[in-house]
């Protein structure tokens, strides 16, 4: 399976390229900010989200101090708002409660299980969110999962799973060194252009033939459009 992994990502570079990745890593809670507005929504209005919420707010105490209702307003580009808003209120209200500011300093330290629990803890934070802090903002080799990624895994074989979390627990010691931004990001890519839930693009696919999907589509193609932004490499 090392092996295949290996291979699955060497295809997407030659497909995709070696994707951007931001030189300077964001704050952990940048970063849980940003993933709970990724949730469900695309990208960019994802970005336009976290955009107008650092903007309002230059320090999370500030948006600790808002209303949830205040909050949602802002982030209603997003979608999801109430519940995205009652998130970020939990999440700051936890943090300050118990680390006594809104910081998640000392992480870098830790080893990745060990911050992968201490996350999870967190109300409305889950492995993926938790896992796209490990990668983004602490650029360890871990591999976050969400849909796009279980889909694309599972139809190629490397992993054989019910659920993206699953998934997660499958992959990560597969993931070939210091390449767990690469081989996610394209993963991405493959799944929101090529290998969609419904009438993938096999035919254009750089995976057609190492992937065992059983019910691959050959029906002509149109250029997928690229959607190469990605909200969590944009996040300051």
Same mark, same amino acid.
């Given at each position: 399976m090392k092996a295949?992994?290996?291979?699955?990502?060497?295809l997407l570079i030659d497909h995709f390229g070696i994707p951007y990745r931001s030189r300077q890593?964001?704050?952990?809670? &940048?970063?849980?900010?940003?993933?709970i507005l990724s949730q469900n929504t695309n990208d960019k209005n994802s970005f336009r989200a976290y955009r107008n919420l650092r903007e309002r707010y230059p320090g999370w105490e500030e948006a600790d101090n808002a209303s949830r209702e205040e909050i949602e307003e802002i982030i209603k580009v997003a979608g999801l708002g109430k519940q995205k808003s009652a998130a970020i209120k939990n999440l700051l209200k936890e943090l300050k409660t118990k680390r006594?500011?809104?910081t998640l300093g000392n992480l870098e330290t830790r080893a990745d299980d060990d911050i992968l629990e201490e996350l999870t803890?967190?109300?409305g934070i889950g492995i993926k969110t938790a896992s796209c802090v490990l990668l983004f903002a602490l650029e360890r080799n871990v591999c976050p999962v969400d849909t796009h990624v279980h889909r694309t895994l599972n139809r190629t074989g490397l992993a054989k799973t019910k659920s993206p979390d699953k998934t997660f627990e499958?992959? +990560?010691d597969f993931i070939p060194d210091d390449s767990a931004? +690469?081989?996610?990001t394209n993963l991405i890519r493959l799944g929101r252009e090529i290998c969609k839930p419904k009438n993938p693009s096999c035919i254009i696919c750089p995976l057609e033939k190492i992937c065992e999907f059983? &019910?691959?589509n050959y029906s002509e193609a149109k250029t997928p459009a690229e959607q190469n932004f990605m909200l969590l490499d944009n996040v300051r």
């Open positions: 295949k992994a290996k291979e699955i990502n060497r890593a964001p704050e952990p809670v &940048d970063m849980l900010i940003a993933t006594g500011e809104i803890s967190y109300p499958a992959i +990560q931004h +690469q081989f996610h059983p &019910d691959k």
